[in-house]
């Protein structure tokens, strides 16, 4: 059996780290925010190449505030993708902002710049490139358009801790960058988190009142705020694991190289990374018109694959009330019914991949 990803694994290999970790916390009693958190924060925004963190409960948390410290409210419309996880869309929601939605490049997943400028009115205030799969949206013209048009640039690096686009890390490029550590992220919690990153003080001291009920100094309510705030344990946790994240990285990268030079020539089509690009694998999917096969089959030898995500936002029936229709933004269309994720994570063995590509090739042969 290949599982598509192995958290009792990753946790073998540093259980006494993380063991230690947790009854430090258990002893220090510090369990919501606090100096584990503090640190974490510090340590993360520094390997994010930002100058401030804020830890909040989720990914989610971090893009809501985030667009609450950019001042984006009702009235306003916010730009973003519609092949990217529903959370991303209900943070603009809950702010009571309009989600605007503008397709993705095919090649890489990720928003394409050349359709953002005819997205803009007078009423948009931000815009969300995702970097969906841990590959960084192309940002350059994304920022060029924004500072243009005097729009804020949240970037939703919920899946690409330690990407990298032409030398800058994901989350240090836009004003806000927001991360997830889901357990399941390439740098998971053991339960939920998130952080905002920034370079700008302003938002940071506002992201950081919100997550902790809008206090400026305990009981002095400044804004209306949220219980959003970042476990000690998880911080603790989190600590731990970001030492071992590049080398993490680093063995996705070498699966994903694997997987490509077996893919080589075979017509399985995989992932286009641009040049100056450092992909982070949270994903790797190939493409394939028959993905419920492909599925099945790898599934019947044992090898779990995952989809992500099966159906785009704007076809989603909790936002329909957004008024977009089949057939409005057909490259995510195309994505959502084609794309299927392969086992991804940093203990897989190197011949685990090539038995897993092998599935794969012998899988699709027939119609390629
Ligand atoms: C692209 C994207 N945005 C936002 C989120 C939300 O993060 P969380 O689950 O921590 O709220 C996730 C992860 O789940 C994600 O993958």
């Given at each position: ?39 974490f ?41 519609p ?14 902002a ?17 359709l ?32 243009r ?5 949240i ?21 806000i ?31 950081r ?51 490509d ?61 957004l ?23 940093a ?22």
């Amino acid at each position: 059996m290949i599982p598509f990803v192995d958290l009792k694994a990753q946790y073998a290999s540093i259980k006494p780290e993380v063991d230690k970790a947790i009854l430090g916390v258990l002893e220090s009693c510090e369990f919501t925010l606090g100096s584990e958190v503090a640190a974490f924060e510090k340590e993360f925004a520094a390997y994010s190449g930002a100058g401030v963190g804020v830890g909040v409960n989720t990914g989610t948390s971090a893009i809501h505030l985030a667009l609450l410290a950019a001042d984006v409210g009702p009235g306003d419309e916010v730009i973003t993708v519609p092949f990217t996880f529903v959370a991303t869309v209900a943070a603009i929601h809950y702010t009571g902002a309009k989600t605007v939605f503008v397709d993705i490049d095919p090649r890489t997943f990720t928003m394409d710049p050349a359709l953002l400028e005819s997205a803009i009115t007078e009423r948009t205030k931000a815009i969300i490139p995702v970097h969906l799969y841990g590959q960084p949206a192309d940002m350059d013209p994304i920022l060029d358009i924004a500072r243009r048009h005097d729009l804020v640039v949240i970037e939703d690096a919920c899946q690409a801790h330690g990407a990298e686009y032409k030398g800058r890390r994901a989350g240090s490029m836009g004003d806000i960058g927001c991360f997830s550590f889901y357990p399941g992220k390439n740098l998971g919690a053991y339960g939920e988190g998130g952080m905002a990153v920034t370079n700008n003080a302003d938002y940071a001291r506002t992201i950081r009142m919100l997550r902790d009920w809008g206090a400026e100094t305990k009981y002095h309510h400044v804004l209306k705020g949220y219980n959003f705030r970042l476990e000690g344990l998880q911080g603790a946790v989190l600590r731990v694991k970001l030492r071992h994240l590049e080398a993490w990285t680093e063995a996705r990268r070498a699966h994903a190289a694997r997987y490509d030079r077996e893919f080589a020539g075979t017509g399985v089509p995989t992932p286009h990374v641009p040049p100056g690009v450092r992909h982070v694998y949270h994903i790797y999917a190939i493409r394939t018109s028959d993905r419920t096969t492909l599925q099945r089959t790898l599934q019947d030898q044992g090898i779990h694959t995952g989809i992500h995500y099966p159906f785009p936002v704007h076809l989603l029936p909790a936002y329909a009330d957004l008024g977009y229709r089949a057939g409005a933004f057909r490259h995510s269309e195309q994505a959502a019914n084609e794309t299927l994720s392969l086992p991804m994570f940093a203990e897989l063995a190197p011949s685990q991949c090539s038995q897993v590509a092998d599935a794969v090739v012998r899988a699709m042969k027939p119609r390629t």
